[in-house]
C-alpha cells in the first residue's frame, strides 16, 4: 500500500475529536471467500502488545523495527497453533493509520482469517467499524479526504479508467491540483488586502487581476471533470431510442459481441426495455435496449413507447438510432437534444437511402462504424474535460468546486471589499474539498460507504 506524504502541518483537518480514536481496532482486510492469503490487520496504541500475544517467531512483534517482516505461528490462548503465517510490522508515523500497525498474514480460509481476528480481538483489540483504518489516516494528516475518498475509488475500481482516476486521486494529484487554484486566489485576496490597508502605497490592477483569471481557468476546468470522473467511477447508462426495425436489439448485440436481445424483421418484437453491461472505450456502460418509438393502439406497447421516452430522458447518453435503408422519417420531437445525444444511421450494409454528414454510420452486421462510435460514445461520456489530470470523482467534490468557481466569478465584478469577502469563501469551499476545514457529518458521509478492514 502506497502512502502519502505527510501533509503539511496546515493542512491537518479540523475534525479531530471521535470517540473510540484512541482504541486498538481490528479486522479482516481481504475480501470474503476462501483465497491463498488473508490477511487481520491490527490498528492502535496497543497493536504490537496484541501481536506479541497471537504471534510465535524467533522474535517478539515488539521488538521488531518497522517495515520488518516475522515469519511464525499464530496461536490461540491455550498455545494451539491457529496457522502458519507473516507478522508485518509498521510503526507508528509510518504506517497507513499513523499508528502503530501489526498485519498477520495467513493462508486465506475464512475459519482460519475468523479465528485470528477473533484472538486479536480477546488480547483487547476491538471490532474496527467501516473505513476506521482509512478514517485514521486522514485524522493524522496521512490522507487529506479528496485521498481518503480515492481510496474507496479504487477499492470499488471496476474499469481501468476508474483504477487511473483513482490512482490520481489517493497519490495527492487532486490536493495538488485545488492547491494550485487556492495559491492563485490567495495572492489576488492578499493583493485586494494589501489596498484596502495600505491605499497610499498603491496596487495596480494587473497584480491581481492574472491570478484570479487563472484560478478561474483552473476551476472551470476541475468543475467541468466532475461529470467525467463521477462516469468514469459510477460508470453510464445508454438508451439506444429509435422508431421499430431501426436495429436497436441488432446493436446491442453487436456492441456485447453476443446475442443478449431478439432480433426479428417483425416491428414492434421489444415491448420492454432490457439492459446489459460492457466496458467500452475504457468506460463502464449500461446499454438499454428500449421499445421503438410509435403510435400504437396495443395497450403493451404504447406503455413501451412511455418508457422509452422516461429512459431517455434519465440517460447519461441517448444513441438516437435510424434506418439507413429507408426513407428518412423524424423522430419525436420530445426527445432529448444536445450533447447527451448522438444520432446514428444503422444497417450501414444495405443500399444507403438518405445521408446526413453529422450522423454516424453503422452496421451490426459487418462490423463497419463500431469502433467510430465506440470513440463517439467516449468522447460524449468523457471528453477531454481532465486532460490528463486528476477529476473530481464524488458529488460531494463537485459541488465544493462549483461553490468555489462561483464565489471566483462573483468577485471578479465587485468592489474591493466585496470581493475579498467572495474570494475568502471560495478558499473556504476549497478547504471543504479536501477535508482541511469540514464539519464532521461531512467526514462521516465520505466514510459511510467504506468496507470494514480498509
Known sequence: MALSRRANPASLPRVTSRSGLTDTIAAIAT???SAG???VRVSGPNALAVADGAFVGKRRPSRTAGGRFLFGQLVGADGEILDEGLCLIFRGGRSYTGEDVAEFQTHGSPAVLARVLARALELGARPARPGEFTLRAYLAGRLDLAQAEAVLGLVEAQTDAARRQASLGLSGALGARVTRIAAN???TLAAIQAMLDYPEEGVPDEDRAAPLAAAEADLTALVQSARAGQISARGARLALIGRPNAGKSSLLNALLGYERSIVTPIAGTTRDYLEAGLELAGVPVTLIDT??????????EAAGVRQAHALAER????LALEDGSEPREALPADLPHGARVLRVQTKADLPTAWTDPVVLRVSAVTGA???ELRDAVHAALIGDAARGEAWLTTERQADAARRALEHVQAAVHLPDDLAGYELEEALRALSDLTGRDVQEDVVDAVFRNFCVGK
Open 315 to 318: 440517460a447519461d447518453l441517448v
Open 37 to 39: 492469503v488473508g490477511i
Open 31 to 33: 475480501a470474503p471467500g
Open 291 to 300: 421499445a421503438g418509438l410509435r403510435d400504437t393502439a396495443d395497450e403493451i
Open 185 to 187: 486566489i490567495t495572492r
Open 369 to 371: 462504424g463500431l469502433p
